[in-house]
């Protein structure tokens, strides 16, 4: 339950957080002539874009930032909870790279702290200012990709591809509570005190806002990617995760654009390829083709297999120190169970390597390949 509701609430928090950011960029760019009507409900509404004079605030000031701040405690609680909590199963494969518990805890958190000290530090430096921002995204581009390799070769799959939205979430809350609300207060108070803000401070907040805006559909994707392992647990996990931020980032940028009454169509070509060869790159690669093995394989053999990699998890009575249910209610206690799910076992354990989860059991090349071997013959 505490599971359950924590995600529901991330969830629902996120939804407000990635709307308030859409909406907000929306009006910022469909504003005409310093206004905009809207209609819903039977009543218009007119929006204003005023710039802030000395003397003319309101004192009634609505202020985005709560939906992000509990977005980012709650994923935290999760990142915690199921990635931290129990042996950090779901975290660590130490047929990437071999990590105690407690090391795996503190690479997550100085990767979450790191990732901010150099983003920020690039966006606040003179190369920031270089061709209105663009040497700068350059390198932020670079410096991503290099984090998203980073990251696959490190942490299992899943953990990768989660820590990457962990980081995109961390640096959007630090953008809203470290560079865009501070600079807002400065304004305002400014304003208060009869003087002439600094409209500069207004411009920096922005770009700090429309990085946040194009991280959105990203950091979406990392949220649902998890219920994907082909994906998460592929040999080219970190090209995938790369492409998928650069569409996601496509796609928002085209969004941007047409909310300003304006198009990106080289856009488009390059994200419907990116995606027709990500569905090519992930296909399954199947070990074992139908017909071609002569000899039958004894289910004695492949008993074995399952008693010493699959059992501890899928069970009614898990042994395993993470899992106490077994995962999807699939169970391998008697023979009838096992045949039942020949074909899952194929799919998960021999053509995609997502199971067992992060190869906690250590099954081996040749015990998939004898699985595969079966499950060809059994699931036809």
Same mark, same amino acid.
């Given at each position: ?143 991503? +990709? ?9 942490? &299992?799959?899943? =953990?990768?591809? /989660?820590? !990457?939205? #962990? ?94 009454? +304006? ?9 419907? &390829?990116?995606? =027709?060869?990500? /569905?090519? !790159?992930? #296909? ?97």
């Amino acid at each position: 339950w505490f599971s359950l509701s924590l995600r529901w609430f991330h969830v629902v928090t996120g939804m407000m957080w990635v709307g308030n950011s859409f909406y907000v960029m929306w009006v910022d760019g469909s504003v005409r002539k310093d206004e905009t009507w809207m209609v819903h409900g039977g009543y218009f509404y007119r929006v204003e874009k005023k710039v802030m004079r000395a003397g003319e605030m309101t004192e009634v000031v609505h202020w985005f930032k709560l939906e992000a701040t509990f977005t980012w405690l709650s994923g935290m609680a999760l990142l915690a909870a199921v990635f931290y909590a129990g042996s950090a199963a779901l975290l660590i494969d130490p047929a990437i790279f071999p990590l105690t518990q407690p090391q795996a805890i503190g690479l997550s958190l100085g990767i979450l702290a790191g990732t901010w000290v150099g983003y920020d530090l690039l966006w606040a430096s003179p190369v920031a200012k270089i061709k209105d921002g663009m040497v700068a995204t350059v390198v932020s581009i670079f410096l991503a +990709s290099l984090l998203v390799y980073g990251l696959t070769r490190i942490f &299992g799959g899943r =953990g990768a591809f /989660i820590h !990457l939205g #962990a980081v995109f979430g961390t640096l959007m809350i630090l953008n809203v509570w470290m560079r865009i609300l501070p600079a807002q207060r400065k304004m305002i108070d400014s304003t208060y005190q009869g003087k002439t803000p600094d409209y500069a401070l207004g411009s920096a907040a922005k770009k700090r806002s429309t990085h946040n805006s194009y991280m959105t559909l990203p950091v979406i994707f990392v949220m649902i990617s998890n219920h994907f392992p082909a994906l998460y647990s592929h040999r080219y996990n970190w090209g995938i995760l790369a492409i998928f931020i650069a569409i996601g980032m496509g796609i928002r940028h085209e969004m941007i654009l047409r909310a300003r009454g +304006s198009s990106a169509p080289w856009v488009y070509p390059p994200v419907l &390829g990116a995606i =027709g060869f990500l /569905i090519y !790159l992930s #296909a399954p690669a199947q070990r074992t083709q139908a017909g071609s093995t002569k000899e039958a394989v004894a289910f004695s053999a492949v008993r074995g297999v399952i008693a010493r990699r699959c059992v501890s998890c899928h069970s009614a009575s898990p042994t395993d120190d993470v899992f106490r249910i077994a995962p999807a209610q699939v169970f391998f206690d008697e023979d009838a169970q096992i045949i039942a799910q020949a074909a899952r076992i194929r799919a998960r354990a021999v053509d995609t390597d997502t199971m067992p989860i992060g190869n906690k059991t250590g099954m081996t090349l040749q015990e998939r390949e004898l699985l595969g071997a079966w499950t060809v013959k059994t699931a036809l």
